[in-house]
């Protein structure tokens, strides 16, 4: 789905070849610092390369139109963006973006509940907690229904109950749908439990002096 070829990003990211399968949830792991969230930003050309190529679907991303690009190719990242109005307006804002039709209130009340989110769909969405702003996040990707999920710890807000209910919901919906998600967490446990290939950015990057 993604191929990066010679890719060098200021001081930060240098890559030789690295390869992202399609239809399958994967991981980037490494530690802090290591250009994780950089790397998935060049994957929906919110940042691009200094010098190589980066591909997507055997196509240089700087070549797509960067809003028809970001449509299928959704990013998750570490703040919950939430716009002014109602948890409804929130859920349905990037469906508009994507040009979709609206969903009913009764499939956004189910998506509530699957979520586990005990609020009304007319609730202001600036007055929910973090962890509820990241669940309403997660629903409004999913609504999307995009090729490409890049999740940037998606669930930092999350205490780990509420974190595999999400993750569970997440990747099960990705898995039926044969979507491709990239997704960046801290947690060892969660990358073992929901990646179907795990990719150590120490293994990505090529080091000082090789
Ligand atoms: N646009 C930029 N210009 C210059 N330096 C940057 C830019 N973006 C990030 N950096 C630096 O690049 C390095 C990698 O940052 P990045 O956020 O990609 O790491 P990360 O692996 O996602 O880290 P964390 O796990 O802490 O979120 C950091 O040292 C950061 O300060």
Redesign the pocket.
Known sequence: MFQLRHVQF?D?LHIENFSIPGQRVCCLF?E????????LKMLNGM?TQDSGEVLYKNQEISSYDPVDLRKEVVMLGQDAVMFEGTVRDNLLIGRKFSGKEETSDQKLGELLNALRLGKQLEDEADKLSGGEKQRVAFGRVLLMDAEVYLLD?PTSALDVETETLVMDLFTNQLRERDKTAVF?T?SKEVAEKYADEIFY?NDILVSEGT
């Open positions: 200021k930060i490494g802090s610092g290591s250009g994780k969230s950089t790397l940042l710890e960046v801290h950015m």
